[in-house]
């Protein structure tokens, strides 16, 4: 016997021992599955993602830039620096001092003047973003620009030190000439530490001027340099999203108008690039984190590089001329809302014109000639009311004049029923607006009540974006929520739904994405991560189950000519894949009892093999963790019987079963 052979033969006596073990307990359904009698497809964009700079999740995570406030922009421009060695900010005669220099006429306007009286003794420090994280064995990119203004400094001098000021490794660089010159060298990390600090000393006496200081480990995603943290683009990869939603979210909003998104800010020169603080370093009181900012070195450019490296279509969102209305709610006038429309219409071009054209040659100048193939642009995020239909009304009207094949994702607010989400609705219905975004955040147990919510949806209305959902442990913003088996074990309910109805939805994303362990403001999130790993929560593993087995068209699949949506807490959905040539049956047990199923293909002739995969958990109150996953999809290979699927379903768990289609 081979041993794959005697893999299927385990498994197949282990099944069988444990359904005639728990004959007298558990309940068999007979299930029936069918062709549709009009075919549903599943869009490619099913299941996508939802990012937004929050938790920390572009400076300080994808984006791999180590440094802290690498250009001194930050409102209070000392924020992630120190010098230990200097007692005061004023100068200092025992060993030197840095100041904050700044040009008005420049979009990166400061720049730190450090004087050095005492090259034995000054001191200048990073902390990075909640320290530094270096891995052993690898190396990192270090540079800064620097100006040479006056005395006899020769070299600066920097190294990696541990959380005890221990040095890891070091580099110099040598002083040249007089103007503004970028300086390079390479870390080779020993070891591996989680909060390293970068430490820079200085050979000689005198004045320099220093600008974006930076340090970024040279194994990025795709190699690129200064580009993004390999593991969790990795991640990401893993989930074979349909679409990459980005830059959020309220981020897009903005506090007020003038802190909203602004795409053209954040292509260019990295260097140039305008700082903004983060609208959540002050989200939420419990959760201040002050040191939250955004470079934009992950910016609309690398955002669609991103979802190209994915094979996700971008979907970017725009502000509409509202701000956050949870904030100040600050309204453009509808006379001054043209360069808001014109944003839209320039992004379309910086993603499709050719070379020829205005944004379309900045694209390519950028590194990349060939269109990215946009398709989809939102405009706004969260908004409501009559406010936003006015302000949607032109966005549509000019967009769709220049460029009627784009798809336009419109809002129906932060909940998903009530007077505002009801008004939205019944406007955009009246518009034709093409898709409707909606978000919930919701108990576990609103997401397996509502599981037939799209059901009954208009099937001529507008299609349907799930933009924003997550089950919450606790309640909505509480910081004590988990990301435990129960919540992801009622999305996964709440999935069958939305795939069973992909004729009316036609994309959905879990959000928020990602969280620093140290840095982060909202919780639950699909994957945490810290200075030197991540982990995929089970919302995650859920995500994957489905976007990774998503199918092409919906099949039906029934319990006595019903489809199954919750009794005895049972749930399913089945699709047909016509590229891979198979049936996919993804179930989902919310019961304490496991159950047994009896699929009949019916006119659908499958092959023997059965791929069935696990995704439960010991309570549901598990959790993965950093140092282990213990929900995480567990596969097994059994064959059908006289043509029938046979299967157990354990008590809350979820379960994909493939067969091959003859
Ligand atoms: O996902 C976190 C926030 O929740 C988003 O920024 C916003 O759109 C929603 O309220």
Redesign the pocket.
């Known amino acids: 016997m081979t041993t794959k052979n005697k893999i299927f033969s385990i498994a197949i006596s282990l099944s069988a021992a444990f359904f005639s073990a728990q004959n007298n307990t558990v309940r068999t359904f007979n299930l029936d599955l069918k062709e549709t009698s009009s075919a549903v497809k599943i869009q490619p964009t099913m299941y996508g993602i939802?990012f937004?700079d929050?938790n920390f999740a572009a400076d300080g995570g994808l984006y791999a830039e180590l440094i802290k406030n690498r250009s001194f922009e930050f409102d209070e421009p000392f924020t992630g620096w120190k010098q230990p060695n200097t007692k005061t900010l004023s100068p200092n005669l025992d060993s030197g001092f840095l100041t904050i220099y700044s040009d008005p006429a420049k979009t990166n306007r400061n720049y730190a003047r450090i004087t050095i009286l005492n090259d034995k003794n000054y001191i200048l420090e990073n902390e990075g973003f909640r320290g530094i994280g270096i891995h052993q064995g690898e190396q990192y990119d270090f540079s800064f620009d620097l100006e040479n203004v006056s005395g006899n400094i020769a070299a600066v001098n920097a190294s990696l030190v541990d959380e005890n000021g221990k040095e890891i490794s070091s580099v110099s660089a040598l002083i040249k000439g007089k103007g503004w010159q970028k300086y390079t060298a390479v870390f080779k990390s020993p070891q591996t530490v989680e909060k390293a600090k970068l430490r820079i000393t200085f050979t000689g006496n005198g004045i320099v001027n220093m600008d974006m200081i930076s340090l970024f480990p040279k194994d990025t995603w795709k190699g690129r340099k200064g580009g993004l943290r390999k593991d969790l683009v990795q991640k990401l990869y893993d989930l074979q999203p349909g679409f990459l939603r980005f830059p959020?979210?309220?981020?897009?909003e903005g506090r007020t108008l003038a802190e909203r998104y602004q795409w053209k800010k954040t292509i260019g020169n990295i260097a140039d690039r305008e700082y903004l603080i983060n609208k959540w370093s002050t989200g939420f009181p419990h959760r201040l984190t002050p040191d939250y900012g955004q470079s934009f070195g992950l910016g609309f450019y690398e955002y669609f590089l991103l979802s190209e490296d994915l094979g996700a279509e971008p979907v970017p969102i725009l502000s509409c001329g509202m701000a956050c209305q949870?904030n100040t709610a600050e309204l453009v006038k509808m006379q001054d809302l043209d360069p808001y429309v014109q944003d839209a219409l320039d992004l379309i071009e910086f993603a499709n014109g050719d070379s020829g054209t205005k944004w379309g040659r900045i694209r390519a100048e950028m590194g990349h000639p060939k269109p990215f193939n946009l398709k989809f642009i939102g405009v706004g995020?969260?908004q409501w009311g009559a406010d936003y239909i006015e302000r949607y009304k032109v966005f549509e009207k000019a967009i769709h004049a220049k460029y009627p094949d784009i798809k336009i994702i419109s809002g129906s607010g932060?909940s998903p029923d009530g007077e505002f989400f009801e008004y939205g609705w019944k406007e955009l219905k009246q518009l034709n607006a093409q898709i409707v975004d909606e978000?919930y955040?919701n108990s576990p147990e609103w997401f397996m009540k509502n599981v037939g919510r799209y059901d009954q949806y208009d099937r001529s209305g507008p299609k349907v974006f799930a933009?924003?959902y997550?089950a919450q442990s606790v309640g909505v913003v509480k910081p004590d929520n988990k990301n435990n088996w129960l919540t992801a074990l009622s999305e996964a309910a709440f999935m069958t739904g939305l795939e069973r109805n992909a004729d009316v939805v036609y994309m959905t994303s879990y959000?928020?994405l990602f969280a620093h362990a140290d840095g982060w403001q909202?919780t639950p999130d699909l994957i945490w991560f810290n200075n030197l790993k991540s982990y995929a929560t089970p919302n995650y593993y859920v995500q994957k189950l489905f976007s990774n087995n998503k199918g092409t068209d919906v099949l039906k699949i029934e319990h006595n000519g019903k489809a199954i949506s919750g009794q005895e807490k049972l749930y399913a959905t089945a699709v047909k894949d016509t590229k891979n040539n198979e049936i996919i049956i993804k179930m989902v047990n919310t019961d304490t009892q496991a159950k047994t199923v009896n699929i009949k293909p019916g006119t659908l002739k499958t092959g023997k093999k059965i791929t069935k995969i696990l995704l439960s958990a010991p309570q549901l109150s598990t959790e993965n963790s950093f140092d282990a996953e213990p929900i995480k999809p567990k596969e097994e290979i059994y064959e059908t019987k006289n043509g029938e699927i046979f299967t157990l379903i354990p008590a809350n768990s979820l379960v994909v079963l493939k067969v091959k289609i003859k």
Do not use: L, M, Q
């Open positions: 939802f937004e929050i959020g979210g309220c981020i897009v949870f995020n969260e932060p978000h955040y933009g924003e997550a959000a928020p909202w």
